[in-house]
């Protein structure tokens, strides 16, 4: 398995839009997802992707967000529009070693569980 590399993140005014990627080659019959943490909040669940292609959102982004992970599988992508100042946060790119997420506790709770990217920052200003 390669590392897990974000790239895409920035700096955008309030509805704008961004595109995160991380590349994730090896990472097959994995849960994914991205995260993102606010200063001074606990890291969030925003958007993860089992391994049969189902996926769950945060009610946040719901119909703002949409993740996707190419037929090769080997990018993990975030597609973000409509972008919010609330959005702002380091965004982590992750795997976990289970094909559900653990039928989606992972995603609600993450912890330190599974591997993690360094993370890109997200910058929306109003």
């Known amino acids: 398995r390669v590392p897990l590399v974000e790239s895409g993140g920035g700096s955008v005014q309030a509805g704008g839009s961004l595109r995160l990627s991380c590349t994730v080659s090896?990472?097959?019959?994995?849960?994914m997802g991205w995260f993102r943490q606010a200063p001074g909040k606990e890291r969030e669940g925003v958007a993860v992707?089992?391994?049969?292609?189902?996926?769950r959102y945060a009610d946040s982004v719901k119909g703002r967000f949409t993740i996707s992970r190419d037929n090769a599988e080997t990018t993990l992508s975030l597609q973000m529009n409509n972008l919010m100042p609330e959005d702002t946060a380091m965004y982590y790119c992750?795997?976990?070693?289970?094909?559900?997420?653990?039928?989606?506790?992972?995603?609600?709770?993450?912890?330190?569980?599974?591997?993690w990217g360094q993370g890109t920052q997200v910058i929306v200003s109003s």
């Open positions: 992750a795997a976990l070693d289970h094909p559900t997420g653990y039928g989606g506790s992972w995603f609600l709770s993450p912890g330190h569980s599974g591997y």
């Open positions: 090896g990472w097959r019959n994995y849960c």
């Open positions: 992707i089992n391994a049969d292609g189902s996926t």
